[in-house]
């Protein structure tokens, strides 16, 4: 018995009125708990009740905690006939079982009814009393903490990232069982709420004890799903990334991190805080500080040789510097052999993390996707999902071998969706193959520190672009070049990730959302015929996508994609296929060439003409859209003199003259010779059609940004607006038009017109950046397009961002001769820096002593696979986009040093971006945001997962406005209880909201609608920053806060 | 391709002012459009008709879906379910009881009944205001006059309380209220040139000092009848103003006060003479409606009698206004001077 949950019902307010003859309503409450209910005594006459309640005791398992929600129903009294029920209020009380996040949940919620909407609100004081259970065969997972994020949340410190954790539950799905004939609409939606609030509970209790085994405290990135899989039932499945995070406090935090992390871990399993004395609240500590590591148990304990490719890469090995490097040679073949045997020992290599502390992310492949078509079936022992587990478990080991092709040991980035038809469903995983520091691979120990000082001289903004694999074995042909930023390593010619971008990236100019959009007709067929016709149309409909992705980054001059996702629906005679990805323009990497146009039949005089009127149309909007996003990579980086950003230039020199003493400069300035173009071949209409469709892509009108990542690449001065918004829209195809090409249309026209509409309606924001744009696109019914997008919208200070460059530079060239302190966000300086200043000079000899200490034996790595076999098995559609990426023509930039943009976050912008003004900060505002952050806040506390799961119906469709009177009306609802909920607990704002479902079902003819809700995020605590200002301006450590803060945003 | 289904929705409620209007205007989706195109905003924004259209139907969706919270304001505020910065929400309800001069002139002192509410059709063709704005207006009318119609205490005070509007429009609605309360007749010929806000002074005056509010005798005993403080007038106050009569019968006494007021103002008034041949007519005129407010009927006629009696002899004699109020002030003020009279005031007339 080791939790008492204490309830008090305090007051109603605005209720309806259920009695007609008085106009008032007679209200009590039923409180129930597991099989326990209570009753408040009835208001009589009220539409504001005031109960008072006395407490309501429930004396229940932590088990029962986790899964169960506290169900409060509000009912009006009725002496002769049956009481009416008002509405409803499910309280997730899981915040309240972890000691750091909400201790009391109290406020007014809104009572909700699945026919009716919200009628009224109750004001409801929820406690709860939990007893310490060290129990070690226990079934509850209370205290481990879950997070949408996917990222280390703002306030803690990841001392070890476990890695992979998914579980999934079945049961039948109410709506589809036999006693549904017989019963009401409400009773039957709210006995489906009750199970999907249910079965999320006992699925995040599971992940909870899969965590506490790998004995992490924490979940990142955790995303749940529900699958509703009609008469063969319902699916709640998650992922996440396990962690075992610190509360950041005070840099004082620091030391007590690098004592052995999971051997207190072990000491106090349930303890959230081992170091309560060390961490008092206040200002975070700087990012620099943090660890990352890999917990023993479940890691790759593998050798890290001190040899590492990126170190012995860096300018400082150039220099002589002399602290790494040893063995620079052929250590890719090592590195292979390494993750060859430590993908053997870990299942999945999977982390659902989009964004990473600084040096974690050492190589990025690609983009690595699997799909799969599965026929439901009944699943018959819901206790056993074996099917649905093992159909995952396929698609996660395809991945794996995807990722093993491109040489990377990890997948980051990692998330699965499904698309549901009838009894068809198609299963999607993707993520982003990648080799991760090695370094972090064993236990967070005092060397894991020094690492990550060390860490900090990789070269900034390329690293990652560099291949993983073996260039004289590449897995699929890709045409590589000397990275245009250290010219020591190979890059590819474009880079798609399904990451954000890594806050050390130096790219040029802004980014901009790029979208993908396909329709492919399909027959209507059943079961096994119609699963083989979608098997059979998959592969194409990846290439089109991939194909417009590739031209699209073309078109905009552009040559990396982040955060890509690539949405497949499934409808009864369609499937849709929308890719959305943030595209920049990496410094890293070669600029890309143009696109040519060849038409098939150049006899032809006025086809020719056709087609070179094109070409100059095609050429004309790379330009212009290179104007637009300031995509205007240096030629010659030395004669770049008044630059504003003279720090880096400084570095620049540095790289350059040692590269002018190397071969790769003849290298590359050979590989200039080629300049084989993208060459789009006009061989029929459809080809005619898809460059038209290239060109109708309007850019968004001027002082509007978008992108779907985090943040927006070259924009970093936001100021403190920001505006969620979610914005539905349902098209009817007519039936007769219904060909490829004019589904392609249709659909393009929808999202383009979509998209216009929100610039318009945001136009009072402007100069403003849409962020995080989430578009989803199914199929309700036959002739139905749905799309969904969430995003929000902030705005930045156009004005600001001159005089922060400016700054940012003056600061910058301070620190360069006088501070040696910001190793982090400048960590190139320390080659100019003399070794000594480091904080742990003895680093090399102690590392590997270590490391050989807790490597593999020698023999195990020897045995290990070689790594080229895998290329043959390298998923089809990676191989088509690097064939294309193949055609693409070098760049012409001649120098391999780029003037490093400002970083995004750097301090002078974050000064000056530190003084917003806070119009709106009135008391009981709750901000919604899909992003990690809030801009010109900081977070203080997460107070908890918030999952939350609707439905509404209406048999008076017309009534209540039709179809958008209908969702706008339940949209709006599903926001305010979900700010309620974050109220409630303390919190004044949900960040990385995420609308993960809207199902949206319509029946005009008998005046009926149902929609199916399913919303997520965390529940924060934010403080403006112009109010910690004083706060931080008191630190000794003043220096550093920018530079934390600056991480904060962007990690 | 037919749009199905087209919806936005903010975390914060985004409120348009310009679609607002319209909507508060009573313009259909489709005029509003049009109007919108019209303004150029086209032009400004680069956006399309489509675009336009589907923007106005969220806008007017919204303010459907805000329409029940305004019609009790403080709901608006506690409300859960739209997030709207505080400045917007005083906006919204501002701007939705706001109402049209020529509309209020129609209805101020009608009684606002259902067949009041049937004749909007032809209030709406006179004025060329939308029929919908005005059943808005004419709503909100009933709405305040039903609230506060049974409660105590000052009538601006509880109108602010329950509908959280700014002080000039409180102002404007106790006026509103005040006159459909007593029905005073404001639509006749005569009073034509009377615009609402001259009403609203007097309705103001007359709240001040002839209520029982005003009158400073607030009922001891809780249970008497008299609630309506602000909106009644004194029974007893009027049935004062009888004895006011004194003042024409008593020949004396006419002389007297005439001679009063002729002394005072001598020299002072550029329609002295006419002042001093009227006297006698312009003092009967006041003190015979004073006189008659007992009878309900004749205090409906209040405003139309003033002028007849008042104020039409004025101006064909060309008084300036200046002297107008002079002569009243003095009018008043002499009687004091000429025995036991008590203060009574005649409400002033522009």
Not at chain 1, 323 to 334: D, Q, T, V
Not at chain 1, 1026 to 1042: D, G
Not at chain 2, 74 to 90: G, N
Not at chain 2, 140 to 169: A, T, W
């Amino acid at each position: 018995m080791p939790g008492k949950l204490k309830v008090k019902i305090v007051a109603g307010r605005h209720l309806p009125v259920m009695d007609r003859a008085s106009d008032l309503t007679d209200a009590f409450v039923e409180v129930k708990f597991g099989n326990t209910t209570f009753k408040t005594d009835v208001c009589l006459k009220s539409l504001n009740p005031q109960w008072n309640s006395e407490w309501f005791k429930f004396e229940v398992d932590d088990e029962d905690l986790q899964d169960e929600p506290l169900q409060i129903t509000v009912l009006d009294h009725d002496t002769y006939s049956a009481n009416d029920a008002i509405g409803k209020v499910y309280i997730d009380i899981d915040p309240l079982l972890y000691s750091e996040a909400a201790t009391v949940i109290s406020g007014w919620f809104p009572i909700y009814d699945t026919i009716h909407g919200i009628r009224g609100e109750i004001n409801v004081v929820v406690k709860v009393d939990l007893f310490n259970d060290l129990n070690r065969f226990r079934q509850s997972s209370c205290g481990v903490k879950f997070f949408c994020t996917t990222s280390i949340p703002k306030c803690y410190r990841a001392v070890i990232i476990h890695g992979f954790v998914e579980e999934l539950v079945v049961n039948e799905d109410p709506e589809y069982q036999w006693i549904d004939r017989i019963r009401t609409p409400r009773a039957s939606n709210e006995a489906r709420q009750r199970l999907i609030s249910l079965m999320s509970g006992e699925l995040q209790r599971k992940i909870g004890l899969k965590v506490l085994e790998m004995r992490g405290n924490a979940v990142v990135g955790y995303l749940q799903c529900f699958d509703l899989e009609g008469e063969s039932g319902l699916v709640v499945r998650a992922i996440g990334t396990a962690c075992t995070l610190d509360k950041l406090s005070s840099p004082a935090a620091f030391l007590p991190a690098c004592n052995s992390p999971s051997k207190e871990m072990k000491e106090i399993p349930f303890n959230e805080d081992p170091n309560p004395n060390t961490h008092s609240s206040g200002p975070s500590t700087p990012l620099k500080n943090q660890t990352y590591s890999f917990s023993p148990s479940k890691s790759y304990s593998r050798q890290s040789s001190s040899s590492d490719t990126d170190l012995s890469l860096t300018p400082k090995t150039g220099m002589g510097s002399g602290s790494a490097g040893k063995e620079g040679g052929p250590f890719k073949a090592l590195l292979r052999q390494q993750t060859q045997s430590a993908l053997e020992q870990r299942e999945f290599p999977f982390f659902t993390l989009t964004a990473f502390p600084p040096g974690f992310l050492v190589h990025v492949g690609g983009v690595v996707s699997a799909r799969s078509v599965k026929l439901l079936d009944r699943i018959h022992n819901p206790d056993e999902p074996e099917t649905r587990d093992a159909w995952w478990a396929e698609i996660r080991q395809e991945i794996k071998s995807h990722a093993k092709a491109l040489g990377c040991h990890a997948v980051v980035g990692y998330s699965e969706s499904t698309s549901i038809c009838e009894e068809v469903c198609i299963l999607s995983a993707s993520g982003t193959a990648a080799v991760l520091n090695p370094r972090f691979l064993q236990d967070g120990t005092v060397e894991g520190c020094l690492e990550q000082r060390l860490e900090e001289n990789l070269p900034a903004g390329c690293g990652f672009c560099h291949i993983p694999y073996d260039e004289l074995n590449m897995p699929f042909p890709a045409h590589l070049t000397h990275c245009y930023n250290c010219r020591k390593q190979k890059v590819p010619d474009v880079l798609f990730t399904t990451i954000d971008l890594p806050v050390d990236a130096t790219v040029i100019g802004k980014g901009c959302l790029i979208q993908a959009r396909l329709c492919r007709l399909k027959k209507k067929a059943q079961a096994e015929a119609n699963a083989t016709a979608i098997s059979n149309l998959l592969p194409f409909m990846e290439y089109e996508v991939h194909t417009q992705l590739m031209n699209k980054l073309k078109l905009k001059g552009m040559n990396a994609l982040f955060g890509l996702r690539i949405q497949i629906s499934v409808g009864e005679n369609m499937l849709m296929g929308l890719a959305s990805a943030t595209g920049v323009y990496l410094a890293a990497l070669p600029t890309p060439g143009g696109i040519q146009i060849a038409g098939k039949t150049p006899n032809d005089g006025s086809y020719e003409q056709h087609i070179s009127h094109m070409q100059k149309k095609i050429n004309d909007t790379i330009a212009k859209n290179k104007e637009l996003y300031e995509i205007n990579p240096p030629e010659m980086s030395e004669e770049i003199i008044g630059s504003p950003i003279p720090e880096p230039r400084q570095r620049s020199r540095l790289l350059r003259s040692q590269s002018e003493s190397s071969d790769e400069v003849a290298e590359l300035d050979l590989s200039h010779g080629k300049k084989d173009a993208f060459v789009l071949e006009i061989d029929d209409t459809d080809a005619m059609e898809d460059v038209h469709s290239l060109l109708t892509d309007v850019p968004p009108p001027s002082g509007f940004y978008s992108c779907n990542t985090e943040i927006m690449p070259g924009i970093n001065n936001w100021t403190s607006e920001i505006q969620m918004f979610t914005s539905v829209r349902v098209i009817r195809l007519s039936s007769l038009n219904l060909t490829n090409q004019a589904l392609n249309k249709n659909f393009n026209d929808l999202c383009e017109n979509l998209l216009k509409s929100l610039y318009f309606k945001l136009r009072s924001m402007i100069p403003c950046c849409l962020c995080h744009v989430n578009f989803t696109v199914s199929l309700p019914e036959d002739e139905l397009i749905q799309v969904t997008v969430t995003a929000v919208a902030i705005t930045f200070d156009k004005n600001q961002a001159l005089q922060t460059a400016k700054t940012h530079a003056e600061k910058s060239l301070q620190r360069a001769s006088t501070d040696n302190e910001e190793l982090l966000q400048f960590p190139l300086e320390l080659c100019s820096d003399s070794l000594p200043s480091h904080p742990f000079p003895p680093t090399k000899e102690h590392l590997e002593s270590a490391s050989s200490n807790s490597g593999i034996p020698a023999a195990q790595r020897a045995t290990s696979v070689d790594y080229s076999s895998f290329a043959d098995r390298c998923s089809s559609w990676i191989e088509l986009i690097k064939l294309k990426a193949q055609t693409i023509r070098r760049g012409s930039i001649k120098t391999t040093v780029t003037v490093e943009k400002a970083s995004p976050v750097g301090e002078g912008n974050f000064r000056n971006r530190s003084s917003p003004p806070c119009a709106n900060s009135t008391v009981g505002v709750v901000k919604m945001t899909p992003l990690s952050f809030i801009p010109g806040a900081k977070i203080t506390k997460y107070l908890g997962i918030i999952n939350m799961f609707f439905i509404r119906e209406t048999t008076s469709l017309r009534e209540e406005g039709g179809v958008s009177g209908f969702l706008h009306a339940f949209i709006a609802e599903v926001f305010a209880m979900v700010r309620a909920h974050v109220a409630a607990l303390g919190g004044n704002a949900v960040v990385s909201y995420i609308m993960k479902q809207c199902v949206f079902m319509e029946n005009p003819n008998k005046n009926q609608a149902q929609c199916l809700i399913n919303v997520s995020g965390d529940a924060v605590v934010f403080v403006r920053e112009s109010e910690l200002e004083v706060a931080s301006t008191q630190q000794p450590t003043a220096n550093c806060q920018p530079a934390c803060a600056g991480g904060e945003v962007t990690t | 391709m037919t749009s199905e289904l087209d919806i936005f929705v903010g975390n914060t409620t985004l409120i348009d002012e310009d679609v607002y209007r319209l909507w508060l205007d009573g313009y259909s989706v489709s005029d509003a459009v049009a109007l919108r195109v019209r303004s150029g905003i086209l032009e400004q924004t680069g956006a399309t008709a489509a675009v336009l259209q589907s923007d106005t139907m969220d806008h007017y969706r919204t303010f459907h879906m805000l329409e029940r919270l305004l019609h009790a304001p403080p709901k608006l505020l506690h409300q859960l379910i739209f997030q709207i910065p505080p400045s917007r929400q005083a906006l919204l309800i501002e701007r939705y009881y706001a109402f049209d001069e020529a509309f209020v002139r129609e209805v101020l002192g009608k009684k606002l009944s259902k067949g009041t509410k049937k004749d909007l059709d032809d209030i709406s063709t006179k004025t060329g205001i939308t029929l919908k704005s005005c059943r808005r207006q004419f709503d909100n009318f009933k709405r305040v006059f039903k609230v506060v119609e049974e409660m105590r205490g000052s009538l601006v005070d509880n109108i602010q309380q329950h509908f959280l509007l700014s002080d000039r429009l409180a102002r404007d609605y106790a006026a509103i209220v005040f006159f459909a309360n007593n029905r005073f007749e404001t639509g006749k010929k005569k009073l034509q040139y009377l615009s609402f806000g001259d009403f609203a002074f007097c309705a103001e005056l007359m709240i001040q000092n002839w209520t029982l509010g005003a009158v400073g005798e607030a009922p001891t005993d809780p249970d008497s009848q008299v609630d309506d403080m602000d909106m009644d007038l004194d029974k007893e106050f009027l049935q004062d103003l009888k004895e006011l009569k004194v003042l024409v019968a008593d020949k004396d006494l006419l002389d007297l006060h005439k001679s009063l007021v002729c002394t005072a103002l001598r020299g002072k008034l550029g329609v002295f003479s006419e002042m001093e041949a009227n006297f006698k007519n312009l003092s009967r005129g006041l003190v015979n409606v004073a006189a008659k407010l007992t009878h309900t009927k004749d205090v409906r006629d209040l405003f139309v009698d003033l002028v007849e009696k008042f104020i039409e002899p004025c101006r064909s004699d060309h008084w300036p206004l200046n002297d107008v109020r002079l002569f009243l002030n003095q009018y008043s003020a002499s009687v004091h001077s000429l025995d036991g009279f008590r203060f009574a005031c005649s409400g002033c007339v522009t």
